[in-house]
């Protein structure tokens, strides 16, 4: 759904009654844009605001002695278009502006890019000038004129505006360089006091700039895309079921998923998308949730098992109950952690708004002196005129302003469709500095769910009998080990008893009667005898040991134990090549949590067992004194002190609100390789940052003195400034190929 309503989304006051605002910006072309708004809004008392040029947004919180009004006031004084933006359900918002906007810029590049060809013909090609004399500087006057005019109108028109708030940017260096070319190229035509002419220059920087920026354009939009596909993943509408008045009965009505209510019963059928979060009812199935957590597995779900919006149901007929609706949804919440950290910055791109501000003042400033001091040294009018122009045009600092925001805009992206949702920019500095990260064994590093791993037997009886008497007896409990032994039976393929007289025992396990024998699954204490080997294989702590006996003798012990994941070894060599040291802290005893740490490759040394969940912010806290950067992964409520306190908080997607709230990065995958895949990402994002801004600063210092000493032309200035933006946007792109198991040190 597109949402065209323009009100505010403005959230109620919060703490020091303090409100919220996106605003779309509209005429922004460089970073001194972005900085100028940015630096008006923030001279407003008790605002705070946040420009990113890539999105074209403003993120503004302000104080409820202002309103929405004063702030899109403000911008529009400033020169620039406001438009609040308020999103009432998790789809993209209208992407009209960037599709009209691109069909003009195309339009103007086509048209200026042939003619300016043309000229360069007429101007450069010796045969044609020779032959057409006079007669070729008036053809070029005549298709120089309507790329002046009409496709350099954009650059000319915010020139002015600019001027007219007593401001400058890269269209003031555009214009005021194209202007200077082209006005001295016709009075020097029509007096006849001069043949050195600038027609060509005028038409080949115009074509250079407006190609740079439409491909930057199509390159930011590329960027967007992740995100706009994100937000576009949701169903449109959704078959809910009312009660029919008078029969009672059930009925199917198809309403659009914005009239949807917590409460409201739908039905998603076999390849249809679930239609927001929400309890199966009824029904069984497989749901794919890899668009929203990067799991590329379905996964099983039947009555009871909750389910997202906007996953695919597999093969099954499902009744689900809505949970959450609207802005309440996960795929809602992911879209807007996305776009809060896209739309934010990263403290590395402080120093680039902050020479971006006072950048083309004083390129306005050394294109003055180049002019005065070439004309100071015997060089004519129209000789002193090439390098200032040259200088004007190469100085644009658009690859500065586009290095972090492009990079932020793809790489936060591209997280989100790996399952990795990054909550702002100052966290990927965090990645970078951290050296050590502390995982949760069950269902971090293990699956969270108990198998069967071990039969053992006193005697000559057969391991497959014993586990026939145990897993018959174990069909009556719901116990997760009593599950556990059953489905391990059927994997190996025996045959289940009928039982009768089933007895639940509290605490000890079960008792039922198998063809009249009364069969006994539990603790010790439930029999009179234990051989020693049994009671071995009770105390070696390898997991949950049961026995199963009758008579009062137990004959075997049944061992279930939380396996390590498959990935999960993979997983911690990944994170020793990020230069991470791996932690397990775990509640589990001593033994299973060294058994786990040997089988996944964590150092025996680095294991702290039987920690309380209240112990877990003290763990952190100890690791930090002694030195550690720390980044602690977690997924309940106890974890969020934890989290809050490490360096890096990092809460798996599966947990709790408040674990989530309290994290910098949230992992919809609940495995220790999205670990790994966040930090991989985030730091290889900052690394393409700093490659960014490192070309955009380096290209800006070397490129000013050799265009003031005539060392570049106008027209080659006009190139490798467009080649500069679009260099960096390229650079970016490159994170959308980052994929699950890359390492990026």
């Known amino acids: 759904m597109s949402t065209t309503s323009s009100p505010a989304r403005s959230t109620a006051p919060e703490a020091g009654d303090t409100q919220h605002v996106d605003l779309a910006i509209s005429g922004m072309t460089c970073a001194s844009c ?86 360069v013909v007429l101007h450069m090609v010796p045969p044609v000038a020779d032959a057409l004399g006079m007669t070729g500087h008036w053809l070029q006057l005549a298709l120089t004129a ?14 002015a505006i600019n001027a007219r708030h007593g401001a400058s940017t890269m269209d003031t260096l555009v214009s005021v360089g194209t202007t200077a070319a082209f006005a001295w190229s016709v009075v020097a035509l029509l007096t006849g006091f001069s043949h050195d002419m600038y027609f060509e220059t005028v038409a080949v920087v115009t074509a250079f700039l407006l190609i740079g920026r439409y491909i930057e354009a199509r390159a930011k939009d590329q960027g967007r895309s992740a995100l706009r596909s994100l937000m576009e993943l949701g169903a449109k509408d959704v078959a809910v079921l009312r009660h029919e008045a008078g029969s009672g009965a ?31 009812v009824d029904g069984s199935s497989t749901i794919d949730a890899s668009m929203v957590t990067g799991e590329s597995m379905p996964v099983e779900v039947g009555a009871g098992d909750e389910v997202v919006g906007a996953t695919v149901n597999g093969h099954g007929r499902l009744v689900v109950e809505a949970s959450r609706v609207g802005r309440e949804t996960t795929l809602a919440r992911i879209t807007d952690l996305v776009e809060q950290a896209q739309t934010g910055k990263a403290p590395v791109q402080r120093l680039a708004d902050r020479i971006s501000a006072v950048f083309v003042p004083a390129v306005l400033v050394i294109a003055l002196v180049t002019f005065v001091l070439w004309l100071l040294t015997g060089h004519s009018v129209a000789e002193s005129l090439a390098p200032a122009v040259a200088v004007l045009i190469i100085a644009c600092p658009c690859a500065l302003g586009l290095a972090t925001p492009t990079a932020l805009l793809t790489g936060t992206g591209r997280g989100a469709e790996l399952g990795i949702l990054i909550k702002g920019p100052q966290i990927l500095e ?45 069909t009556g409990s719901e116990h ?29 396990g079960a008792r039922a009667s198998i063809k009249g024998t009364e069969v006994t699954v539990g603790r010790p204490a439930l029999f009179d005898e234990v051989a020693e080997e049994l009671q071995a294989a009770v105390d070696a702590g390898t997991g949950t040991t049961v026995l199963v006996g009758w008579g009062g003798t137990a004959r075997a012990a049944i061992t279930v134990a939380d396996t390590p994941r498959e990935t999960s070894t993979a997983a911690v060599a990944r994170l020793r090549e990020l230069g991470l040291t791996p932690y397990l802290l775990t509640g589990d005893n001593e033994h299973t949590a060294r058994r786990v740490a040997e089988e996944v490759g964590i150092d025996p040394d680095n294991v ?50 408040v674990a989530a709230e309290s994290a910098d990065i949230v992992l919809m995958r609940s495995d220790v390789e999205a670990v790994a895949d966040a930090i991989g990402l985030s730091r290889k994002t900052l690394r393409i940052i700093k490659e960014n801004l490192a070309w955009a600063f380096g290209y800006n210092t070397l490129a000013i003195p050799l265009a003031a000493f005539g060392m570049l032309t ?6 490798a400034m467009a080649f500069s933006s679009v260099l960096v946007v390229l650079n970016s792109l490159r994170l959308k190929g980052y994929g699950r198991g890359d390492s990026t040190t």
């Open 714 to 719: 106008p027209m080659i200035a006009g190139a």
């Open 480 to 508: 997760p080990v009593a599950r556990a032994i059953v489905d391990g039976a059927r994997e190996r393929g025996v045959d289940l008893s009928p039982i009768t007289g089933f007895t639940n025992l509290p605490g000890q």
């Open 250 to 280: 059930w009925s199917e009505h198809r309403i659009p998923v914005e009239e949807l209510s917590v409460g409201d019963r739908f039905v998603v059928r076999p390849g249809e998308k679930v239609a927001t979060d929400g309890r199966v």
């Open 608 to 657: 702290d067992a039987g920690v309380m969940p209240e112990d877990k912010f003290a763990h952190v806290k100890a690791l930090q004194d002694r030195g550690r950067v720390v980044a602690m992964v977690g997924d309940g409520v106890n974890d969020a002190a934890a989290l809050a306190q490490a360096d890096l908080g990092m809460a798996m997607g599966s947990g709790t609100d």
């Open 430 to 474: 965090s990645t970078r500095r951290v050296d050590t990260v502390v995982l949760d064994k069950t269902g971090t590093l293990t699956t969270g769910e108990p198998v069967l791993t071990e039969v053992a037997t006193a005697g000559s009886l057969p391991q497959d009998a014993a586990l026939k008497a145990a897993a018959s007896v174990e």
């Open 34 to 119: 972005s900085a100028r708004i940015e630096r008006k809004l923030n001279k407003l008392d008790g605002v705070e605001a946040s420009v990113n040029l890539a999105t074209e947004k403003a993120s503004v919180s302000f104080p409820s002695a202002l309103s929405v009004a004063d702030i899109v006031a403000t911008v529009e004084k400033t020169g620039y278009g406001a438009t609040p933006l308020e999103k009432e359900g998790p789809r993209a918002p209208a992407m009209t502006h960037d599709v009209v906007g691109q069909g003009s810029l195309r339009l103007r590049m086509v048209v200026s890019t042939v003619l300016a060809a043309i000229i």
């Open 146 to 159: 309507p790329i002046y005019f009409w496709a350099a109108w954009p650059f000319h028109r915010a020139a």
